[in-house]
Every structure is written in C-alpha cells, then in structure tokens.
C-alpha cells in the first residue's frame, strides 16, 4: 500500500519518514529504496516462518504415524499375552474382538 503511494509521487512532492518525535524530510528515491528493502525483508522472514511451520508439521505427522505403530503393535501383544494367560489357565481363547473380563478383578 505504501509502495504504492510512494511509486506514484512524483518529484517535487515533499516526503516525510518519523524519527523519533520529529519528522524528517526525505528524497523520493531514498523513501522508495527504505521500503523496498523493507519489503524484501519482510517477504524474507515470511518464507522463513513458512518453512519453520512446514517443518514442525512434517514432524508432527512423522510423530502421530509412530505414535499410531506403536499403538498398533501394543494392542498386538496385549492380545497375544491375553492368549497366552488363557492358554496357561487352560481356557479355550475368546473369540476375536471379545475379550473376557478378568477373573477375581470385580467393581468394589
């Protein structure tokens, strides 16, 4: 929005920059190479948040899928050490998706 006021000022116009409490006068093409400059440097820093926040989220999903593996293989040997309590007490397995309350193990 600036550059584009300052690019269509033409020369004999007065341009002011704020130093502090004072104003101070300033040549057209000093004024247009502040905020290009300004620009540049603020497009910079905008791209490197971007890949910072790109990053941290590659990350975030690295984590979740070895969450989910990890997860995965937990409820596999849950359900295999479950068989094989079952097996050492000598009870027949439960079939698949029901699993069998402990015994001896009752609300208080």
């Given at each position: 929005?600036?550059?584009?006021?300052?690019?269509?000022?033409?020369?004999?116009?007065?341009?002011?920059?704020?130093?502090?409490?004072?104003?101070?006068?300033?040549?057209?093409?000093d004024?247009?190479?502040?905020i290009?400059?300004?620009?540049?440097?603020?497009?910079?820093?905008?791209?490197r948040?971007?890949?910072?926040?790109?990053?941290?989220?590659?990350?975030?999903?690295?984590?979740?899928?070895?969450i989910?593996?990890?997860?995965?293989?937990?409820?596999?040997?849950?359900?295999e050490?479950?068989?094989?309590?079952?097996?050492?007490?000598?009870?027949?397995p439960?079939?698949?998706?029901k699993?069998?309350?402990?015994?001896?193990?009752?609300?208080?």
């Amino acid at each position: 929005m600036v550059k584009v006021e300052v690019d269509g000022i033409k020369d004999g116009y007065n341009i002011y920059r704020v130093s502090g409490p004072a104003l101070i006068k300033q040549e057209t093409v000093d004024a247009q190479l502040t905020i290009d400059s300004r620009l540049k440097y603020l497009t910079g820093e905008r791209e490197r948040v971007e890949k910072d926040i790109e990053a941290v989220q590659n990350d975030t999903l690295k984590a979740r899928a070895a969450i989910e593996e990890i997860l995965k293989q937990y409820g596999q040997l849950q359900a295999e050490a479950q068989k094989l309590a079952q097996q050492a007490q000598g009870q027949a397995p439960a079939p698949a998706g029901k699993q069998q309350a402990p015994k001896g193990k009752g609300k208080k």
